[in-house]
């Protein structure tokens, strides 16, 4: 199990498929799944500038329950190769850890998952598995799971539950289970002036000062003070830019970007409206564009949750905790679908230089899903 875990996570670390690209990745997992048995639907989506982007949708058995795990192999850039202490492709481990992009978000992950499928396999339990695996979860997310999911439709495909193996745990393996995610909202504001030199104010119009007013207005506005489940919803300026050089010029536009993460005490829709609204009440002529790149979703604690948790605690002896903290994942779609939990490695290392997983870690995690799949397959 341990050879066969790393191995898997290492062969797919070693395919550099930074979004949108995916370097062979998915070959290496159909190659593996389809020795197990499984059916495979390849299934690209888009074109430039986003993609095309590969997907694979892997299925083995029939019936119900139908159980899926979902997960993107897919990986953010390496930054700067130099400061990292290996090369971040090439899957080698070194003092118990396996380091490379991708390690723990999220190849260990889908390894594991891989592993623990096998074992299901051996089994012969009736119902139906399935891995819906996605090349675009760390990009925009226009060509992978939310497409993938309207095929699952249209051919009778949806899973009765879903665990997505994001790297949740926070401090050790185990100790964090998600049960939501907040919405996320960005939002460009251009405000337009007229371009001056600074000791003629009368003759020009600053925008800067409608942009500073408007940014003030939305930053004094206390959203809420969270929910039962929820921290409270945040708006975050992300950037401000003018782009004047000169000290003596009043300048024809400036711009800022923000981000809100909101609770389920708030929708998308009403956040942009209000955001509009705030707006054109300091710069009625400004550009303003809005994107909503998911909802606030919350499953609520049952069957699911309960069979993941207690796998967690049989191999590794920790209580998990039920949370909706941290940034989106591709849960925001799966939910429309069928319950959906996210649980995986720790994440402290993600997206950063020299990100690695415990190999000890690898190891469990397969065996946690295969008690996970032992749980839900098991005879009523």
Not at 20 to 49: E, K, M, N, Y
Not at 107 to 121: P, S
Request: hydrophobic share 45%; proline share 6%; with cysteine.
């Amino acid at each position: 199990m341990t050879a066969d875990v790393v191995a898997l996570t290492a062969d797919l670390i070693r395919c550099a498929s930074v979004t949108p690209a995916d370097a062979g990745a998915q070959d290496v997992l159909a190659a593996a799944l389809t020795a197990q048995g499984f059916t495979l639907h390849r299934l690209p989506f888009g074109g430039p500038p986003d993609g095309p982007i590969d997907n694979l949708f892997a299925t083995i058995g029939s019936g119900h329950p139908h159980f899926a795990f979902a997960g993107h192999t897919d990986v953010v850039p390496v930054g700067d190769s130099a400061a990292w202490g290996v090369d971040p492709f090439a899957g080698v481990v070194a003092d118990g850890r396996l380091v490379g992009r991708g390690a723990a978000d999220m190849k260990g992950g889908i390894a594991a998952f891989v592993i623990a499928a096998r074992r299901h396999v051996a089994r012969g339990a009736p119902g139906r598995l399935s891995l819906i695996i996605t090349g675009d979860e760390e990009g925009p997310a226009t060509f992978g799971t939310a497409p993938m999911l309207a095929w699952l439709e249209a051919n009778d495909l949806v899973p009765d539950l879903c665990l997505v193996g994001e790297p949740t745990s926070a401090q050790r393996l185990g100790d964090t289970i998600k049960v939501g995610r907040r919405g996320s909202l960005n939002a460009w504001i251009t405000v337009l002036g007229a371009q001056g030199h600074v000791a003629y104010p009368d003759r020009a119009d600053n925008p800067i000062t409608r942009l500073v007013a408007l940014l003030a207005a939305l930053k004094a506005r206390r959203l809420d003070d969270g929910s039962a489940w929820f921290q409270p919803s945040n708006l975050e300026i992300t950037d401000i830019s003018v782009g004047n050089p000169a000290t003596n010029v009043i300048p024809a536009q400036a711009s800022a970007r923000l981000n809100i993460r909101f609770n389920d005490r708030h929708r998308g829709a009403d956040l942009e409206a209000w955001l509009r609204e705030t707006v054109a009440a300091h710069a009625p002529s400004a550009e303003v564009i809005i994107r909503i790149s998911g909802e606030a979703f919350f499953t609520e604690p049952g069957r699911l949750s309960d069979i993941v948790a207690a796998a967690i605690t049989r191999v590794t002896g920790v209580s998990p905790e039920l949370s909706t903290s941290g940034g989106t994942s591709d849960a925001r779609f799966i939910r429309r679908l069928c319950p959906v939990v996210e649980f995986g490695l720790p994440g402290a290392s993600m997206h950063k230089i020299d990100e690695s997983v415990a190999v000890a870690d690898l190891v469990a995690l397969a065996d946690i899903y295969d008690d996970v799949l032992a749980r839900v397959f098991a005879p009523a």
